[in-house]
């Protein structure tokens, strides 16, 4: 590519930073969209919720199960006890001593399931609240899944605006970076990697634009006895600088 005129360079160098500028400008507020951080919002709370409900069913399951083993301990229980009184009361069984035994092991049974069955309905009434909260949860749930679609449509409507913005300007940006010369392109843009931004910036005053400090005052007036259009470089931030005349 042709140089072209010195101080032509130095405004097709700064119109090239300033289209970066404004596609990073872009990003940024693409990145902190205020429908972003609403949805990150959500799913914060979305993921305590879930781990509050997974918690709640963890123990809700636990006291089911304890539930279910008290409930076979005292079915069989009353299985036991079914037998032993079909025995005595079938007459096989004349010895008063026997008879006595298997009354004495059916009171004990008795008294077992009467137990067990106190253990099931206080374990019925720890589950009770647990039920109810997780039904709570899950309308709870329910609620911040609906917000959470909408603010995911919503943030989706948001990026499509920004991102045509930046298609809009990549042509140009294109354009203007094909229209330097090939040195002063790879230059601009090592710069722009290394400091993260756009690689130009305009000398005002004695401050340069990019990193917005002051350079030496022997430095300044160099660069602007300078030719016009001269590129000079920013000793304190590397850009390349073109001074204001």
Same mark, same amino acid.
């Given at each position: 590519?042709?140089?072209?005129?010195?101080? &032509? %360079?130095?405004?097709?160098?700064?119109?090239? *930073?300033? @289209?970066?500028?404004?596609? !990073? #400008? =872009? $990003?940024? /507020?693409? +990145?902190?969209?205020?429908?972003?951080?609403?949805?990150?919002?959500?799913?914060? &709370? %979305?993921?305590?919720?879930?781990?509050?409900? *997974?918690? @709640?069913?963890?123990?809700? !399951? #636990? =006291? $089911?199960? /304890?539930? +279910?083993?008290?409930?076979?301990?005292?079915?069989?229980?009353?299985?036991?006890?079914?037998?032993?009184?079909?025995?005595?009361?079938?007459?096989?069984?004349?010895?008063?001593? !026997?008879?006595? $035994?298997?009354?004495?092991?059916?009171?004990?049974?008795?008294?077992?399931?009467?137990?067990?069955?106190?253990?099931?309905?206080?374990?019925?009434?720890?589950?009770?609240?647990?039920?109810?909260?997780?039904?709570?949860? $899950?309308?709870?749930?329910?609620?911040?899944?609906?917000?959470?679609?909408?603010?995911?449509?919503?943030?989706?409507?948001?990026?499509?605006?920004?991102?045509?913005?930046?298609?809009?300007?990549?042509?140009?940006?294109?354009?203007?970076?094909?229209?330097?010369?090939?040195?002063?392109?790879?230059?601009?843009?090592?710069?722009?990697?290394?400091?993260?931004?756009?690689?130009?910036?305009?000398?005002?005053?004695?401050?340069?634009?990019?990193?917005?400090?002051?350079?030496?005052?022997?430095?300044?007036?160099?660069?602007?006895?300078?030719?016009?259009?001269?590129?000079?470089?920013?000793?304190?931030?590397?850009?390349?600088?073109?001074?204001?005349?």
């Amino acid at each position: 590519m042709s140089a072209g005129e010195p101080g &032509e %360079l130095g405004e097709e160098v700064l119109a090239l *930073a300033a @289209l970066d500028e404004a596609l !990073d #400008r =872009l $990003a940024h /507020e693409l +990145a902190g969209l205020p429908a972003r951080r609403a949805l990150e919002a959500l799913d914060a &709370e %979305l993921e305590a919720c879930r781990r509050r409900q *997974a918690g @709640l069913a963890a123990e809700r !399951d #636990r =006291l $089911a199960g /304890e539930q +279910a083993a008290l409930e076979a301990q005292a079915e069989a229980a009353r299985v036991r006890r079914d037998q032993l009184e079909a025995r005595a009361r079938s007459g096989q069984i004349r010895a008063a001593r !026997d008879l006595a $035994a298997i009354d004495e092991e059916m009171q004990q049974l008795a008294r077992h399931v009467a137990g067990l069955e106190d253990q099931e309905l206080a374990l019925m009434e720890a589950l009770e609240p647990l039920e109810a909260e997780l039904a709570g949860l $899950a309308a709870e749930l329910a609620d911040l899944e609906e917000r959470r679609a909408g603010r995911a449509a919503e943030l989706a409507a948001a990026e499509r605006e920004v991102e045509a913005q930046q298609v809009a300007l990549l042509p140009e940006r294109e354009a203007r970076a094909r229209a330097l010369p090939d040195e002063v392109l790879a230059r601009y843009e090592a710069i722009r990697r290394r400091v993260g931004g756009p690689g130009a910036a305009r000398l005002v005053g004695g401050r340069c634009e990019g990193c917005h400090l002051t350079l030496p005052a022997m430095e300044v007036d160099r660069l602007r006895r300078a030719p016009g259009g001269t590129l000079g470089t920013c000793e304190q931030c590397g850009r390349i600088l073109v001074p204001v005349h």
